[in-house]
């Protein structure tokens, strides 16, 4: 039984970030490199050749931004711990300064009244752990759950809301299989033992985290809706669904890989990858499950006439297929649907009968002014629909906004903004957008009215 989510009894509101994009201070406290740090600096690898050495150096300037937090009016600040800030080398030893950092954060965060939720992995691998295969090797999901417990013992008197990963799914497919990520590598099926070295560790540190008396444990996916575009990608539709929600969800919920999925994924009948024991660590290990959604997928059998998605190659196994892509778009090329919000969180909740949080959901736009009202639509859309599924049944507690500001965009450097607050790229000077000032006055006016966000 969750004892620190919101009740469900009405909506929550939150906003999130995530700790290589926003923190900087690379290489200060005795931070240790990470995959992303090493990725970035390849040339090509990021679309402006920048990297999150500065970022927004929240690590620096996080009592500013967590005014602009407080002032949203938002109850849940979802931010992830960097692991080379807190263990450099991945194993061994423990960095304190890099501990002090978060009790500040997390102490900072309660004097305003702000209820802070901690990730403990949001992509950012120490580097020393991917030169001995990262993912690929078992020995990071037992370092993962070492880490896990080192952070819960610092932060856990006040921490109380925890997700283990943020986004497997793009850690082992678009980092392992398609390339398109840290750490980079093309290697296919190499993508499925990552994935399932991201369940263990997920089981691991759950284990360990609920012996220690946590009650709100989650992981959070990128779950996703495939609509075939015609009858003849039905069946690659299924096997899209596979590997992108059925590898997470099925080990959570009946503790096995199901025969779908294995048919494209044989990699996860291997008796010396999936041993005895660890799906069944999986299975009933989640408190509470988080959703980050943006838009659904269209598959239809490859046509070359399509433009070339850069997802489609983290899909090993699967028909090959391209994926329709309709209007609206937002800047980063992504369909516009709310409807997909609403299908994925009815499903998810009807598959796990879990609490169900939405993690993220925003857009990226081009912002040439101040006054987002693209962005304003997008997430006024977006939480209609989020209250549509709470009222066809699903138990939906939080919608958490991606993100609180403009960052580092991963492959896209810094040249897609996803942010209710504008970072000036001189100075780093916050200037609230129409979107932050837009999600503060509905926050408001739904707690005037008795619909707003509780505890």
């Not at 201070?25 to 600096?41: H, K």
Request: glycine content about 10%; proline content about 6%.
């Amino acid at each position: 039984m969750t004892e620190h989510l919101p009740d469900g009894s009405r909506l929550s509101y939150g906003v999130a970030t995530a700790a290589y994009q926003i923190e900087g201070a690379s290489t200060e406290d005795g931070r240790g490199p990470s995959i992303w740090d090493t990725f970035a600096a390849r040339p090509g690898a990021t679309r402006d050749g920048r990297d999150g050495s500065v970022a927004c150096d929240s690590y620096h300037r996080y009592p500013e931004d967590l005014d602009l937090v407080a002032g949203a009016g938002v109850q849940w600040y979802r931010f992830s711990v960097a692991w080379p800030r807190i263990v450099p080398a991945g194993t061994g030893r423990v960095e304190p300064r890099g501990l002090d950092y978060y009790d500040r954060l997390v102490d900072a965060a309660l004097a305003r009244g702000i209820s802070p939720t901690a990730t403990l992995y949001h992509w950012d691998l120490p580097q020393a752990l991917e030169d001995r295969d990262g993912w690929l090797n078992r020995d990071t999901a037992e370092a993962f759950a070492d880490y896990a417990a080192v952070v819960h013992h610092r932060l856990g008197d006040r921490v109380k809301v925890w997700a283990t990963h943020n986004e497997p799914w793009c850690a082992a497919y678009l980092g392992y299989s398609a390339g398109v990520h840290a750490p980079g590598r093309k290697e296919g099926g190499a993508g499925h033992r990552a994935a399932h070295h991201l369940n263990l560790a997920h089981g691991l540190a759950a284990a360990r985290l609920h012996e220690a008396g946590v009650t709100d444990l989650g992981i959070v996916h990128n779950l996703a809706p495939f609509w075939p575009e015609s009858p003849e990608a039905a069946q690659a539709a299924d096997e899209l669904d596979a590997l992108r929600n059925r590898v997470w969800l099925g080990p959570l919920t009946d503790g096995a890989y199901d025969e779908g999925l294995l048919r494209v994924a044989p990699e996860l009948a291997d008796e010396r990858l999936v041993r005895d024991g660890d799906l069944a660590l999986v299975r009933g290990s989640a408190d509470w499950i988080g959703v980050n959604y943006y838009t659904p997928f269209r598959p239809t059998l490859a046509d070359p006439t399509l433009e070339r998605h850069p997802e489609v190659e983290a899909y090993p196994g699967a028909t090959p297929v391209s994926f329709v892509v309709r209007e609206p778009r937002t800047d980063i090329g992504w369909e516009v649907d709310p409807s997909g919000l609403e299908e994925v969180l009815v499903d998810t909740h009807r598959r796990t009968g879990l609490p169900v949080l939405v993690t993220e959901n925003g857009a990226a736009y081009p912002d040439r002014t101040l006054d987002d009202q693209d962005r304003i639509g997008y997430l006024r859309d977006h939480i209609a629909a989020t209250e549509r599924a709470r009222a066809a049944g699903a138990d939906v507690r939080a919608y958490i906004v991606w993100t609180l500001l403009d960052n580092f965009e991963w492959a896209e450097g810094y040249t897609k903004t996803f942010g209710i607050v504008h970072i000036d790229p001189l100075d780093l000077t916050r200037t609230p957008k129409a979107s932050y000032h837009w999600l503060a006055e509905h926050i408001e006016e739904h707690l005037a009215s008795g619909s707003g966000p509780t505890a």
